[in-house]
């Protein structure tokens, strides 16, 4: 079982920015592997949904939402998922979960206020 742990999260104001990352327990080896991680979130009352993925050869993929604000990045050598969210609305108030290899990590709290 992969350990994920989670970490940026917080409280911005409308136009703010935050910065989200995730490490794993994996060897470098079997991150540098892994053919797709990503981000996702859930927000009250709602389901989880995919926000951006990456895949090895670092091909993205984005939710339409936040497509041009948010930008997910990989580090093999230091096994760590990110992701740069940049114009946050309060749309984007949710917990936000890490995705690795089908592991997920406990998730970190993202509160945009207007």
């Known amino acids: 079982q992969v350990q994920i742990a989670e970490s940026g999260g917080g409280l911005v104001q409308s136009g703010g920015s935050l910065r989200l990352s995730c490490t794993t327990s994996?060897?470098?080896?079997?991150?540098?592997?892994?053919?797709?991680m990503g981000w996702y979130r859930q927000a009250p009352g709602k389901q989880r949904e995919l926000v951006a993925t990456?895949?090895?050869?670092?091909?993205?993929v984005y939710a339409d939402s936040v497509l041009g604000r948010f930008t997910i990045s990989r580090d093999n050598a230091k096994k760590m998922l990110t992701l740069q969210m940049d114009s946050l609305k309060p749309e984007d108030t949710a917990v936000y979960y890490c995705?690795?290899?089908?592991?997920w990590g406990q998730g970190t709290l993202v509160t945009v206020s207007s």
């Open positions: 990456i895949t090895h050869t670092r091909n993205t």
């Open positions: 995705n690795v290899d089908s592991s």
């Open positions: 994996t060897s470098a080896l079997v991150f540098a592997l892994t053919d797709v």
